[in-house]
């Protein structure tokens, strides 16, 4: 199984706003990402993650 993982909130002004709305979107939603793959028992042979930062 390959998973790629590219959904986030990525708007910086916002997460210093609401850091923790943030973490629970970004970080969070990576480990849900991992346990729905525990959960199904599937084999993950890769894992992307891809991350990018606003106004580079």
């Given at each position: ?12 002004e916002?997460?210093?706003?609401n ?21 199904r ?16």
């Open positions: 199984m390959l998973v790629l993982h590219a959904a986030a909130s990525a708007n910086v916002e997460s210093i706003q850091p923790i709305e943030y973490f629970n979107v970004n970080s969070m939603g990576t480990v849900r990402v991992g346990c729905e793959c525990a959960r028992e599937a084999r993950l042979v890769k894992f992307f993650y891809k991350t990018s930062r606003e106004g580079e």
